[in-house]
Nanobody, 124 residues
Framework: QLQASGGGLVQAGGSLRLSCAAS??????????MGWFRHAPGKEREFLGG???????YYADSVKGRFTISRDNAKNTVYLQMNGLKPEDTAVYYC??????????????????WGQGTLVTVSS
């Protein structure tokens, strides 16, 4: 189970940190890669970035330099730090997880586990 939190309303230029807490037998038994996606109205689900089971982050070009992904394996939690937020960042943000394959991926189809989403609204 994945539980995302930390969304809310923020002004343009502001920051938010989203958290994604993982629980359950799968997450304690397997090495899991984690990813962050977002879905804005009228748009396709967009990959933002991910972090491998051994804590190597990777990012989509669209957010590189503004967003930072980290994980705390002791807490089974992954974070998405978002800085310099823009109105176009408004979306529902999702965390996702998959058993690692040793290959990074940006495809949502490769992620088997999804959180419920948390809404981020950036006002201009």
């Amino acid at each position: 189970q994945l539980q995302a939190s930390g969304g809310g309303l923020v002004q343009a230029g502001g920051s938010l940190r989203l958290s994604c807490a993982a629980s359950g037998r799968t997450f304690s038994s397997y090495m899991m890669d984690m990813g962050w996606f977002r879905h804005a109205p009228g748009k396709e689900r967009e990959f933002l970035g991910g972090v491998t089971w051994n804590n190597s982050p990777y990012y989509a070009d669209s957010v590189k330099g503004r967003f930072t992904i980290s994980r705390d394996n002791a807490k089974n939690t992954v974070y998405l730090q978002m800085n310099g937020l823009k109105p176009e960042d408004t979306a529902v943000y999702y965390c996702a997880a998959r058993v690692t394959s040793g290959v990074v991926t940006t495809s949502p189809l490769r992620y088997a586990y999804w959180g419920q989403g948390t809404l981020v609204t950036v006002s201009s």
